[in-house]
C-alpha cells in the first residue's frame, strides 16, 4: 500500500525501559542493529500497526507497554534503488513513519524474538536513548534523529540513587567507547545448503541473543 508520492505507511517504535534505556534489535543473521518497525496494513490504524508490530517482532503485548507519545507528522525516508526489488522500482521510493515512544511497565523478560514464525530479530540490548546512529543504515539515519529528537522532551522521569533526571544528552565523540566494559562472546554456525559458515560476534553488555532463530523470514 503505498501513497501517492510512492511512500509506504509504516510506524516505528522506541522502547524504553524504567532508566530510560531503549531496546535496540539486531537483525536476523546479519551485524544490523535498530528499532522495531513495520508497515501499516490496509484497514489498520497507526496505534493498529504498532501493537501488532510489538507483538511480531518483540513479543510484548498492550499490557506490556504503555504509549508515552508519537510524533505529529510522518517522518520520510527514501530507499536507494540497490535495496529495492526491481519490479517495484519506479512506483516504491521510501517509507512515512509515525513514530511511538513506549514505556515498559513489565519486566524485560516478557520480551520474546520469536512470538512469531517469522522473527525479525535474534539478538536485543538496551542502549542509552541517543543510540549510535554510525551502526544504523545510512538511508534511516536522518529519521532516527529526527524520531529521537522530537520525543526526547516526552522522557518519563525517574529517580538514579536519588538524582534527579535531568534530559538525555547526545553523545560527545568518544561517548560510545566501550573499552571499559566486557561484552558477551558468541560463536554462531550457519547452515546454507551444504556448507556450514563460523561466525564470532561479541554482544554489547545488556544483550540477549536467541540461539535458534526459526529459518522462514518475513520480508
Do not use: C
Not at 25 to 54: N, V
Request: glycine residues 8%; aromatic residues 12%.
Amino acid at each position: 500500500m503505498l501513497d501517492r508520492e510512492g511512500f509506504r505507511p509504516n510506524v516505528g517504535i522506541i522502547l524504553l525501559n524504567q532508566k530510560n534505556q531503549v531496546f535496540w534489535g539486531k537483525r536476523i543473521r546479519t551485524h544490523s542493529w535498530q528499532f522495531p518497525q513495520g508497515g501499516i496494513d490496509r484497514g489498520e490504524s497507526p496505534e493498529q500497526a504498532m501493537y501488532r508490530e510489538l507483538h511480531e517482532e518483540v513479543g510484548l503485548l498492550p499490557e506490556h507497554v504503555r504509549i508515552v507519545a508519537r510524533t505529529r507528522d510522518w517522518l520520510r525516508y527514501e530507499v536507494p534503488d540497490r535495496f529495492i526489488r526491481r519490479d517495484a522500482r519506479g512506483h516504491y521510493k521510501g517509507q512515512k513513519q509515525i513514530w511511538y515512544l513506549l514505556q515498559l511497565v513489565e519486566p524485560d523478560w516478557n520480551i520474546n524474538l520469536r512470538a512469531t514464525s517469522h522473527p525479525e530479530f535474534d539478538a536485543w540490548r538496551w542502549n542509552d536513548f541517543w543510540v549510535p546512529l554510525d551502526v544504523v543504515v545510512e538511508f534511516k539515519r536522518g529519521v532516527y534523529e529526527m524520531a529521537l529528537t522530537e520525543l526526547s522532551r516526552f522522557l518519563p522521569r525517574y529517580d538514579n540513587r536519588s538524582r534527579p533526571y535531568r534530559g538525555p544528552q547526545r553523545p560527545r565523540q568518544n561517548d560510545n567507547d566501550d573499552t571499559g566494559s566486557q561484552g558477551t562472546e558468541v560463536n554462531l554456525t550457519l547452515q546454507f545448503g551444504f556448507v556450514q559458515t563460523q561466525i564470532h560476534m561479541e554482544l554489547p553488555p545488556g544483550g540477549s541473543f536467541d540461539p535458534d532463530p526459526q529459518k522462514n523470514l518475513k520480508d
